[in-house]
Nanobody, 124 residues
Framework: QVQLVESGGGLVQAGGSLRLSCAAS????????MGWFRQAPGKEREFVAA????????SHANSVKGRFTISRDNAKNTLYLQMNSLKPEDTAVYYC?????????????????WGQGTQVTVSS
């Protein structure tokens, strides 16, 4: 089992940047597929980005492509999401997720473990 703790959220003006981190417990982080999802008030949780265990495969939602970048450091058991050129519509709670099968995973239902979320608010 793995426990996930997100950090790095906050309030930022449109056009600004934030870097989210997700610290994972346990010795098997390096074998897990990881992902970022977000949920805005009144909306369903949606896919943002995913990365496989070795970082050889990545995927980003069309809405964030070219602005957000997912990465991981297996030596530090940490997942990252670099968010640039933020827009008000990026405002949401951001969650990291882990799947013990290490391939690329894009669906909410494909992940077994979730963090508690971190709030990102982008003002116009």
């Amino acid at each position: 089992q793995v426990q996930l703790v997100e950090s790095g959220g906050g309030l930022v003006q449109a056009g600004g940047s934030l870097r989210l981190s997700c610290a994972a417990s346990g010795q098997t982080f390096s074998t897990y597929a990881m992902g970022w999802f977000r949920q805005a008030p009144g909306k369903e949780r949606e896919f943002v980005a995913a990365i496989n265990w070795s970082s050889s495969l990545k995927s980003h939602a069309n809405s964030v492509k070219g602005r957000f970048t997912i990465s991981r450091d297996n030596a530090k058991n940490t997942l990252y999401l670099q968010m640039n050129s933020l827009k008000p519509e990026d405002t949401a709670v951001y969650y990291c997720a882990a799947d013990r099968f290490g391939g690329l995973r894009l669906g909410v239902d494909e992940y077994q473990y979730w963090g508690q979320g971190t709030q990102v608010t982008v003002s116009s």
